[in-house]
């Protein structure tokens, strides 16, 4: 059974660090790729930050140039989003994803809740 768990969310203020973790299981993970994505309240759902089968290439919304940092653990089966510099705009839920191209995610964690206080 395919399962993505996030973890990490919660209350911060603007211009704080946050990291979140997605754990894999039920699937051979390193054959994935894997992405973060977001909804806001009233908002569709965007991409935050994709990351290929290797971890060697990545790919980031505009608004997360230079703030958000994505990688993958193989060996741990876990994906990760470093948020830096947060601002009221990043609040949302934060899911992560896997699929065999980044182009089309197949299965899709719960989520876990960002708040960011300005």
């Known amino acids: 059974q395919v399962q993505l768990i996030e973890s990490g969310g919660g209350l911060v203020q603007a211009g704080d660090s946050l990291r979140l973790s997605c754990a894999a299981t039920?699937?051979?993970?390193?054959?994935?790729?894997a992405g973060w994505f977001r909804q806001a309240p009233g908002k569709e759902r965007e991409a935050v930050a994709k990351?290929?089968?290797?971890?060697?290439?990545?790919l980031y919304a505009e608004f997360a140039k230079g703030r958000f940092s994505i990688s993958r653990n193989n060996a741990r089966n876990v994906i990760y989003l470093q948020m830096n510099s947060l601002t009221a705009e990043d609040t949302g839920l934060y899911s992560c994803?896997?699929?065999?191209?980044?182009?089309?995610?197949?299965?899709w964690g719960l989520g876990t809740q960002v708040n960011v206080s300005s």
């Open positions: 994803a896997v699929g065999r191209h980044w182009g089309a995610m197949q299965y």
């Open positions: 039920g699937f051979i993970f390193k054959n994935y790729a």
């Open positions: 990351v290929d089968l290797s971890g060697n290439s990545r």
